[in-house]
């Protein structure tokens, strides 16, 4: 049972008006009277599009009032030389706000403030709130807020379809390594449309190479000498003035607005109002679209003649502007044959039809995401498209489980094909009624997670891409997401028939086309890999592993004392207490009271940047740094892992249960959720401490870890088939201390721990195209050292730089990288002619064969382990992936032979030119057995 997820959409009113406005300028829209309503056709079009296609939780589109605003008093020629707003606009905009207000939309404006600073604030507080926000707009100044939640959602228009800029959207649209560098582009360039200067002579192309050099506006100019000529004058001389651009560009996140999720709820338009509007601006055809409605207004004499009148030739503007597409199917537009099966005799019936089939299609209903607690509400199936059948079960679970019993032949019989959307959760499920379903299973998330690694696969989505058709949203039933959602159980059966039934049918539909897009190198890994995997998840996760609760409250306390030492050191070297979690609190500690920097760098809202990567450059000179660093470590492990892992014990068996996604990762590697145990630190001791509350079951198990050592180093010299780094492997000796060896030109013995860890870094980062500023960065040296180095390397290994350009050169004729068991990542801009997105995918070229094995590989091992565990009927139980590393809950009884099974399953999951070898160790707790 899917929950759905909160969609706010944020729409900047005059970007988008005048888009429409020049959509409609060569082909005008006047309606009888005589009125000019293009600019109103066009917004209602888009708002209509994306609340159709989108399907936004919550919505709000801004607006500018006429107000000045601060940018205006900073800068007297602020949108100076603007041309006076089209006529055709302003006499529109009363009509398009009364739109926005009829499908029930709040306008969301102040003075003082433009649309994009309204839209920046309530993006960011959303984004912090659970909200995935897409801010609908053409200006590029919005993508400079974008982050992991927000997206810059820029509409169809004039042929061009929709683009949707996330992080690394952005960064390869204005060739920036960080998002934030679009304040800097704008301040360096300025921006003609906002008359905002910039410095002279600082085109596009220019900007973009200064930033990849210093960064930032502010750290440009701190580096004046390195310039010349003309350039170094005109940015000594105008450089404040690109401070100044620079903030006039930045989109302000502070505007005194609240954030109200009740006012931005979609409920659809109040249709009283929207008929009016539409009828009295004649907009017959968003009638039918939008209301289902005929325009009841009497007919004029040329209308009634069969002539086109000047209403008419306009509306087939829509077709030409905006390509209309197809109608959308859904449940009340399409026949189907939906039936409940509520009696011993239908259920019988039901089986007797299922068990002569070679496939079927079945989707539970629940009372919960989680599959550990879920109790089944009922389960849907369907064989034949548009007709399903769907089985009730009782709350009483006595009752419950007799009915699950019946279908017990049915699901665990071996050679009926189950279909499913992501069957890992149904099969965990049904195991709380002791039913292990067997396969073969079609997943169709996991098939189009193979065809198309990069994109969504949730059934929504890939019925509308894939069958254009739009779902029965769950919120229908139980509403919105949140506090007030209700439950499955509590629902008219009769509804449930139809929303149920339609999961089944639609679910079945996508098996039948995804099935044609498997072709024959992914249909093998589909069978072989990525669907026998779903079972062993499934156990893994049902298992779970122990918590030790006690251990966790006491490293909680611990770790509260050693944050209250810290912060008293800290405030001792500082001369005085303030918020140590405040930036800004301790933004201005740190440079405006100590002066660490002479001109530290600020964040887009003026203040002090206090993150990471500033605090580990000032760590190498000012103790108070590295004290922060510390207090925050603490900080962060006592409130993500610490203090919340015995928050998600499941009361029932005391365990944590983690959610193990395939389809996410596009190079293959699974993902952890809830909690994310591939997040748990391991670098330091304190992280490492929270390893030691994973324990075993009981006192009869102990916990065993088996972990690949150097996976990714041992693919890239197989690939590579370097000679010497096979031969390294295969002797066992140290990789590092050998390509220390090999790089700095001194025998085996006398390679130095510094020597080492330089090799150790470039052996890693060369996969990942690590670069000689990176290499310098990560190490703390010049940047001509590190360029030596790398040369060096690649000097000594040739066999691997030909891997490298092999990589590119065979992405570039396909289109795509493969790992070693055909897993594709498709490369769009490997041959792009902007360097830095086709740099990006030249990296993944390389990257993505390498990370893609090493994920096949361990996937192997687990299936094959998994199987051995079951064929020998053994009380030891895998319990959890990380990374390389495989963690088993082991009987005492068979520890031993654990120890000398699972390493022998693991290096011989695959053949390679390489030995893979396994590390194991045991313990009483995971800590203990890493």
Not at 8 to 37: C, E, V, W
Not at 369 to 377: G, Q
Not at 574 to 595: R, T, W, Y
Request: aromatic share 8%; net charge negative.
């Amino acid at each position: 049972m899917n929950k759905p997820d909160k969609k706010l959409f944020l729409l900047d009113a005059m970007a988008l008006i005048y888009r429409a406005h020049f959509a409609f300028s060569k082909t005008p829209r006047i309606n009888s009277k005589g009125q000019s309503t293009g600019a109103s056709l066009g917004f209602t079009n888009t708002l209509f599009e994306v609340i159709q296609k989108r399907k936004p939780t919550h919505i709000g589109v801004a607006f500018d009032t006429s107000a000045p605003t601060f940018r205006h008093k900073q800068y007297t020629e602020y949108k100076a030389g603007r041309e006076e707003m089209p006529e055709d606009i302003a006499s529109n905009l009363p009509y398009i706000r009364r739109i926005i207000e009829g499908f029930g939309i709040p306008i969301l404006e102040m003075d003082g403030f433009e649309a994009d600073d309204i839209v920046g604030t309530l993006a960011k507080k959303a984004s912090k709130q659970g909200f995935e926000v897409y801010m609908m707009t053409s200006d590029k100044d919005y993508a400079q807020l974008v982050d992991e939640h927000i997206y810059l959602y820029k509409p169809a228009f004039m042929g061009n379809g929709v683009d949707i800029l996330g992080i690394e959207e952005v960064k390869q649209k204005f060739e920036i390594d960080e998002v934030d560098q679009v304040r800097d582009l704008l301040g360096l360039q300025g921006d003609k449309v906002d008359n905002i200067p910039g410095i002279p002579g600082i085109g596009a192309k220019t900007a973009i190479k200064l930033l990849k050099a210093y960064g930032t506006v502010e750290n440009l100019l701190a580096n004046t000498d390195d310039l010349k000529g003309k350039q170094k004058e005109n940015v000594v001389n105008f450089g404040q003035q690109g401070i100044m651009s620079k903030e006039l560009a930045t989109i302000k996140l502070d505007v005194p607005i609240e954030l109200s999720e009740d006012d931005l709820l979609y409920n659809g338009p109040n249709e009283e109002t929207l008929t009016k509007l539409f009828e009295e601006l004649e907009f017959r055809t968003l009638l039918k679209r939008v209301l289902n409605k005929e325009d009841k207004k009497p007919k004029t004499k040329a209308e009634k003649e069969g002539q086109m009148t000047m209403f008419e030739a306009s509306d087939t503007t829509e077709e030409i502007v905006e390509e209309q597409p197809p109608e959308k199917k859904e449940i009340h537009s399409v026949i189907h044959d939906y039936h409940l099966i509520d009696t011993p005799d239908l259920r019988k019936s039901l089986i007797e039809y299922l068990l002569k089939q070679d496939e079927f299609c079945f989707d539970t209903e629940t009372t919960s995401i989680e599959p550990v607690e879920a109790e089944l509400v009922g389960i849907a199936f369907s064989y034949f498209q548009h007709e399903a059948y769907y089985v009730p079960i009782p709350e009483d679970q006595k009752e419950a489980q007799k009915i699950v019993n019946e279908f017990r032949v049915v699901l665990e019989h071996d050679k009926i094909v189950k279909i499913g959307q992501n069957l890992k959760y149904d099969i965990q499920v049904l195991k709380n009624y002791d039913l292990a379903v067997q396969g073969p299973f079609f997943d169709t998330m996991l098939a189009h997670y193979l065809i198309d690694p990069e994109t969504r696969h949730n059934m929504d989505v890939l019925a509308e891409n894939y069958l254009n058709y739009s779902p029965v949203s769950i919120s229908t039933l139980i509403g919105k997401k949140g506090g007030k959602q209700g439950n499955m159980r509590d629902v008219a059966v009769e509804k449930v028939v139809e929303y149920a039934g339609e999961d089944a049918d639609i679910t079945l539909q996508l098996k039948n086309v995804l099935s044609k897009d498997l072709q024959e190198n992914l249909l093998k890994l589909f069978e072989e890999v990525e669907v026998p995997l779903v079972n062993v998840l499934a156990d893994m996760e049902y298992q779970g592993v122990k918590i030790d609760v006690p251990t966790l409250e006491s490293m909680s306390i611990e770790l509260r004392d050693a944050s209250a030492q810290v912060e008293k050191e800290i405030y001792d070297i500082a001369g005085a207490e303030f918020n140590i979690a405040s930036p800004k609190q301790l933004g201005e500690i740190l440079f405006d009271k100590l002066k660490l920097v002479e001109k530290p760098k600020k964040t887009k809202t003026g203040q002090y940047a206090t993150g990471e990567d500033i605090l580990s450059k000032l760590a190498k000179e000012h103790e108070i740094a590295n004290k922060i660093m510390e207090f925050r470590e603490y900080q962060k492990l006592k409130s993500t892992y610490v203090d919340a892992l015995p928050k998600m014990v499941v009361p029932k068996d005391g365990r944590v249960h983690t959610d193990y996604r395939q389809a996410v990762a596009a190079t293959g590697r699974l993902s952890s959720n809830n909690p994310n145990l591939q997040n748990i630190p391991i670098r330091t001791a304190k992280g490492r401490e929270i390893r030691k509350a994973f324990i075993p079951c009981d006192e009869n198990h102990t916990l065993v870890s088996a972990d690949y050592s150097q996976v990714e180093l041992r693919i890239v010299a197989a690939f590579a088939q370097d000679e010497s780094m096979i031969e390294a492997f295969k002797n066992g000796r140290d990789i590092h201390a050998t390509t220390a060896s090999k790089v700095f030109r001194v025998a085996l013995e006398e390679v130095e721990p510094g020597m080492r860890r330089k090799a150790k870094e470039v052996n890693f980062g060369i996969i990942y195209g690590i670069s000689a500023f990176g290499l310098a960065q990560n190490l703390g040296i010049s940047r001509t050292e590190a360029k030596e180095i790398i040369d060096a390397y690649f000097e000594e290994f040739p066999a691997i730089k030909r891997y490298m350009d092999n990589a590119i050169n065979e992405a570039r004729e396909k289109g795509y990288a493969e790992t070693i068991l055909g897993r594709r990542r498709y490369l769009r801009d490997i041959n792009s002619r902007n360097m830095t997105v086709r740099g990006f995918a030249e990296r993944n070229a390389i990257n993505a064969p390498i990370q893609g094995s090493a994920a096949d590989i361990i996937k192997i091992a687990m299936i094959n382990i998994h199987q051995w565990l079951q064929k020998e009927k053994l009380k030891s139980k895998m319990i959890l992936q990380v990374h390389d590393e495989l963690v088993f809950d082991a009987h005492n009884d068979e520890l031993e032979l654990l120890i000398e099974k699972i390493p022998e399953l693991m290096k011989n999951a695959v053949e390679l030119a390489v030995p893979l070898e396994v590390e194991v160790g045991t313990g009483k707790n995971w800590l203990e057995a890493h």
